[in-house]
């Protein structure tokens, strides 16, 4: 039993929620594997939600595009994981 670990991944990071941003055409699958798909469909879009995003989430997925729009942005030290989905 880890108790003292809980909520703690492997690498130390707080463990949280994973969640998708960008166009809903291209992220529709990750919903049914538990992502909470936010569709982002302008440059606009795709930076207010950046901004806004849910503290929890620990992993962020992002479509090309949305990766492009945010640019450095996304390698903030202090934001959430960035994974950029293949096309």
Request: no cysteine; hydrophobic share 45%; aromatic share 2%.
């Amino acid at each position: 039993d880890h108790h003292h670990r809980q909520g703690m991944s492997a690498m130390g990071r707080q463990s949280g929620s994973v969640l998708a941003l960008g166009e809903r055409s291209e992220l529709e699958g990750y919903a049914l594997a538990g992502v909470d798909v936010v569709s982002a469909e302008t440059d606009d879009d795709v930076r207010q939600h950046w901004t806004t995003l849910d503290s929890r989430a620990s992993v962020v997925l992002l479509t090309r595009r949305a990766a492009a729009v945010l640019g450095a942005d996304a390698d903030d030290p202090a934001a959430p994981l960035v994974v950029v989905l293949p096309e």
